[in-house]
């Protein structure tokens, strides 16, 4: 199946908007950029993607051809109707999105092409995507509404403004008080340092700000919209809260108000209303690992920093605020377990801690309404919606097949969002050795990759069975997240059927490969592959699991269980979900290899532990991990995914002789998630690649 970039179906709506006349680059730059500053390579770049994907020759064109010192013209025949039909309405607005940003009402009434003739005149596999895509749409209203228990239906009226045109993706954007200037952080495709840009709403010009360090990100508007604190940190460690001046929509002195966490790459800024000080995201300094996120105030001149949130939570901790419009209360997102995310209100005037809400996704921000009555969040589905505070009651604000993430807002309650999903994820399969299976893959330097796993959604979260035979993965291609399963023999087949959205986690196959360990919105479940079913476990005593993996057999899981914020690992029987025994103590994550050795991590204290006759042994004391779907231990080899200055490597341990050796990974400005090895040393890797993203305003009631 086909899959159109959004920005390249953009270009491709333009383009027969004007079938038969010449399109120029500056064209290309009003209607699909509005404007923004694009260079020639970008546009090269869609160019070539459109002609690829329609199999079209640029010396010997069929369906764009190349005006030399003019721009392109679209030469295939299209067939006119006399209004736009509801699919073209939804490929446009939903699809290509053309349509978010607000336009002229004459230009509007002048498009009366029918895309999908077009389409499927030209290229059937696009009318296959669009045809999925409208199915898909069905599906997801369909499980929304009816699974949903937290949200209504839609009730409000809202409209979408796109922003910001640009190549590549902005994130974490907001507006200044004044409504006139939209500050953003932003990177190219392929890129790794962010910088900060802040654009003049009617004209469109942005200014880049010039820091030393190498990225800029999560910037905030003082009330009087004089100055902007931001998060400056580089790839050596070095972090920095600073404040820039700005005056005429231009960038000033810039100062330091305090240094954060060596290797802190994320926070979240909310200024006090006095603007004199403000809040802000931070680590503890004193230990090198990863620690929870605590919530800091500190005044703009670096001096009465105070401490405000001490979060237990096994996951992140506070790791986003926003400010009410009135500056009485401070919204928290709080991290509480891996993959779940519970928002907290603080009363500022009371010190008043009120939990609001749990759900089951890493959200990135809460925004404020106008009135303050009422938080906007993202929904498991990726629609915006409304929690109203004093009812405690949810509803869906928009309605588009593109999730729409991250909603700030500034201190009048005017929202702006990220609309787009930041990386397309998919598998590969690795063979490193001396001689490369040649006959599946190409291999360079040693390394027989192919790209094994892709679709028009997601694919995340691979593992594969012992012997290499097969390989399972969560998908939402459907349109939900299920586990799929794909065979040596080349078929994928969806083999789980969920009544509700989910989060799937943990998966594994079982030594013997016919059953699958998982959990299902943190509950445990074992899934009988052969036989398509389901079984639960119910853990005695506790519903504190945020990780889980195969015990010594298939009768029996290793579960790290939270109390408290205090972890520790357990063998659980499955049947009856009794604890068989505990196995460590501050343990966060452990696995059982093929021979039956338990290794681990803990929370408090770096490196890899091993049981030894009952006691902790520390046999590696570098080691750092990413997830507990990061590394792997089978044939006397320990696998890790690790990530050294935005670099992807594969680290592969000999357990005996502790012997460490690096295997790059053989991509580009790709992103490692999670890896799955087989007996013979075959790896299975997630990876993601950057997709376009873009701002849009939220108008609502």
């Known amino acids: 199946m086909l899959k159109v970039e959004l920005r390249a179906m953009q270009v491709l709506v333009c383009l027969i908007k004007h079938a038969g006349e010449p399109v120029s680059r500056d064209m290309l730059l009003e209607e699909v950029w509005s404007g923004g500053e694009v260079s020639d390579n970008a546009i090269n770049r869609i160019i070539g993607l459109l002609r690829n994907q329609l199999g079209d020759n640029a010396k010997s064109p069929s369906f764009i051809k190349t005006l030399p010192k003019v721009g392109y013209v679209l030469i295939a025949e299209i067939t006119l109707v006399k209004e736009i039909t509801k699919e073209e309405k939804f490929t446009e607005e939903v699809i290509a999105g053309s349509h978010i940003d607000e336009r002229d009402a004459k230009e509007r009434g002048s498009v009366k092409r029918k895309l999908f003739s077009v389409l499927y005149e030209h290229s059937s596999k696009f009318i296959l995507v669009f045809i999925s895509l409208v199915s898909l749409a069905s599906w997801l209203a369909f499980q929304y509404f009816g699974n949903n228990p937290f949200v209504a239906p839609l009730q409000h009226s809202t409209e979408l403004k796109r922003l910001t045109f640009l190549d ?197 921000t809460v925004a404020w309404t106008r009135d303050g009555s009422s938080l906007i969040y993202r929904s498991l589905t990726g629609h915006l919606t409304k929690f109203n505070i004093e009812s405690h009651s949810h509803s869906q604000l928009t309605n588009i097949m593109q999730p729409i993430i991250s909603p700030i807002s500034n201190q009048n309650g005017e929202i702006v969002a990220v609309l787009g999903d930041f990386f397309r994820t998919e598998v590969w399969r690795l063979e490193a050795s001396q001689k490369p299976s040649l006959d599946k893959c190409s291999a360079t330097n040693n390394i027989c990759s192919n790209r094994y796993i892709y679709s028009n959604g997601k694919n995340d979260r691979a593992t594969t069975d012992f012997n290499g ?91 790290t ?67 507990n779907l990061s590394w792997s231990v089978i044939n006397g080899y320990l696998y890790n995914l690790v990530n050294k200055f935005g670099s992807y490597n594969l680290e592969r341990i000999d357990i005996k002789t502790f012997e460490k050796i690096a295997i790059k990974l053989p991509f580009e400005g790709l992103r490692g998630h999670s890896i799955s090895v087989d007996s013979s040393g075959v790896v299975y890797v997630v990876i993601s690649k950057a997709k376009d993203i873009d701002v849009i305003s939220i108008e609502y009631n």
């Open 561 to 627: 269980i939270d109390n408290l914020g205090q972890s520790s690992l357990k063998l659980i029987d499955i049947n009856s979900g009794e604890i068989i025994k505990n196995l460590a103590g501050g343990g966060e994550y452990g696995k059982f290899s093929d021979d039956g050795l338990f290794y681990f991590t803990k929370r408090a204290d770096g490196g890899l532990w091993m049981l030894v006759d009952g006691s902790e042994k520390l046999i590696v004391d570098n080691f750092n991990i990413r997830s």
């Open 469 to 559: 035979t097969k390989v399972a993965f969560i998908s939402d291609r459907t349109g939900v997240p299920e586990i799929w399963l794909k065979k040596n023999d080349g078929d994928e087949i969806k083999i789980s059927n969920f009544e509700t959205i989910n989060n799937i986690k943990d998966l594994s196959f079982s030594l013997d490969g016919e059953k699958l360990l998982g959990r299902l919105n943190s509950k445990p479940f074992i899934f009988y592959v052969k036989e398509h079913k389901i079984k639960f476990i119910e853990i005695t005593n506790t519903d504190e699991v945020y990780s889980v993996s195969w015990g010594r057999d298939a009768n029996s899981i290793v579960a």
């Open 168 to 364: 590549g993706q902005e994130f974490s954007p907001v507006l200044s008080p004044d409504g006139k200037y939209l500050a953003f952080s932003q990177r190219e495709l392929g890129e790794k340092s962010w910088r900060i840009g802040m654009m003049e709403i009617d004209s469109r010009s942005i200014v880049y700000l010039e820091d030393p360090m190498d990225n800029q990100g999560y910037p905030a508007f003082s009330p009087d919209g004089s100055k902007l604190a931001y998060l400056s940190f580089d790839l050596t460690g070095r972090c920095k809260i600073n404040m820039v001046d700005l005056a005429n929509g231009e960038f000033g002195l810039i100062s330091t108000i305090t240094a954060c966490k060596s290797q802190m790459q994320a926070t979240s800024i909310a200024w006090k209303l006095s603007g004199k000080s403000l809040f802000y995201i931070d680590e503890d300094h004193q230990y090198d690992y990863l620690t929870e996120k605590k919530i800091f105030s500190i005044g703009i001149n670096g001096d009465n920093k105070q401490q405000i949130t001490q979060p237990y939570s096994i996951g992140r901790g506070d790791y986003s605020l926003s400010l009410s419009p009135d500056g009485r209360y401070l919204a928290m997102v709080r991290n509480v377990r891996w993959y779940q995310t519970q928002v907290i209100l603080l009363s500022l005037e009371t010190g008043i801690w009120q939990d609001l809400f749990t759900v089951d996704i890493i959200l990135h």
